[in-house]
């Protein structure tokens, strides 16, 4: 394992020092042990991921770091579930302290992996207000990433938002049309919604639906996993008028699914592999191999639960080798999940 980080590592960055890379896995190792695990997918070949992962970063200007539009036309998206950008109580030493905004290093150590990747679209969980959008937004732009257009949105929590920022134009906005539910005779709402926008790129309309399903601790209100697997469904049914519209269309689902790829929750969301409503999820691993996504500390347990979806339509545009779980040194300071890059040709 030690023997392929280094490869890769040297393989992708051959004008870093000897130095750079040993601190790199220092600092790794030191924040949260990362575990030798990854759930192979059939549909694409993970060592092809991790190749290209190593000898082809994205083309940057020389100023900025930002990637220069006129050297390529791929569009590079991050999924990210930034972990409560938001006022709310925070827990130090032993200590509740309420009412405090995310720390200055957490949010540093977000924007730091976000520039680092030169994102042409971005897609954000966790999200307060629209100011803290703003915030996110301004502060890519002080470090090389302009990124001008924005959404947000968000369901029934008044608390936790989705966020969009991207460097191409949004040419339209949409909506959910059922929000509500159903269990055991009892109603529920849509926690966190769904994020409905279409982009302008390159002449093209890319449609994404960012979203962020009940996560799994239990609350009183009723059973967790019954909840993110309605929410799913909603999602779904969401996804089914789309394609009612225009079969064809260039549907990119993200986001924080808090349950696995296979599970029912995850299926509800994909739909059935010979459907034409089918939405692939896009494999992709970090730097050593592993694709795990989210850290819950409480109960020590990694997991895949932030998926990039695709359409059929889409599907032969996506640059497999190139998806990425992004395993930044400051990965853990950042957030307790880890983002996913995908790259459109």
């Known amino acids: 394992m ?32 990362t575990p030798d695990w990854g759930g192979k997918n059939p549909e694409h070949s993970p060592t092809q ?14 100023a900025t770091g930002r990637a220069t539009p006129a050297r390529r036309q791929d569009v590079r998206f991050i999924a990210y579930n930034v972990k409560n950008w ?16 995310k720390p200055a290093e957490e949010k540093a150590a977000v924007i730091s992996i976000l520039a680092r990747h ?34 947000f949105t968000g369901g029934a929590d008044p608390v936790r938002h989705l966020g969009f920022l991207s460097r191409f134009p949004i040419s339209a906005t949409g909506k959910a049309e059922k929000t509500e539910y159903q269990l055991q005779n009892k109603l529920y709402f849509w926690n966190r919604g769904v994020l409905d926008v279409t982009v302008d790129i390159h ?11 009940k996560s799994k601790r239990e609350v009183e209100e009723g059973d967790e996993e019954q909840m ?10 969401h996804v ?40 692939t999820a896009i494999p992709a691993e970090d730097s050593v191999g592993t694709r795990w996504t989210h850290h819950w500390a409480l109960h020590d347990v990694y997991s895949r639960i932030d998926f990039i979806a695709v359409s ?32 459109f040709r």
């Open 312 to 343: 059929k339509s889409l599907k032969t545009g996506i640059d497999f080798a190139k998806a990425r779980v992004l395993d930044d040194p400051e990965w853990a300071k950042a957030s307790d999940h880890r983002a996913v890059l995908a790259v």
């Open 49 to 62: 991921a991790a190749a290209a992962v190593a000898t082809d970063p994205p083309a940057t200007a020389p």
């Open 228 to 237: 993110r697997r309605a929410e799913a469904l909603l999602l779904r049914q």
């Open 240 to 279: 089914d008028s789309i394609f009612a519209k225009n079969p064809d269309e260039r549907l990119i689902v993200y986001g924080d699914f808090n349950d696995s790829r296979s599970s029912v929750t995850g299926k509800n969301i994909t739909g059935s592999y010979n459907d034409p409503g089918y939405l």
């Open 118 to 151: 030169t994102p042409d679209v971005v897609g954000l969980c966790e999200i307060g207000t629209a100011a803290d959008l703003a915030e996110i937004q301004q502060q890519l732009k002080e470090a090389g990433i302009d990124l001008p257009h924005s959404h």
């Open 203 to 213: 002449g093209r309309n890319f449609h994404f639906l960012g979203c962020h399903l």
């Open 86 to 101: 938001l006022v709310t109580n925070r827990y130090e030493n032993g200590r509740t302290l309420e009412s405090r905004p």
């Open 2 to 33: 030690i023997f392929r980080f280094l490869n890769d590592t040297f393989i992708g960055t051959a004008s870093r020092s000897l130095l750079a890379v040993f601190l790199f896995g220092a600092v790794a190792c030191d924040r949260t042990p």
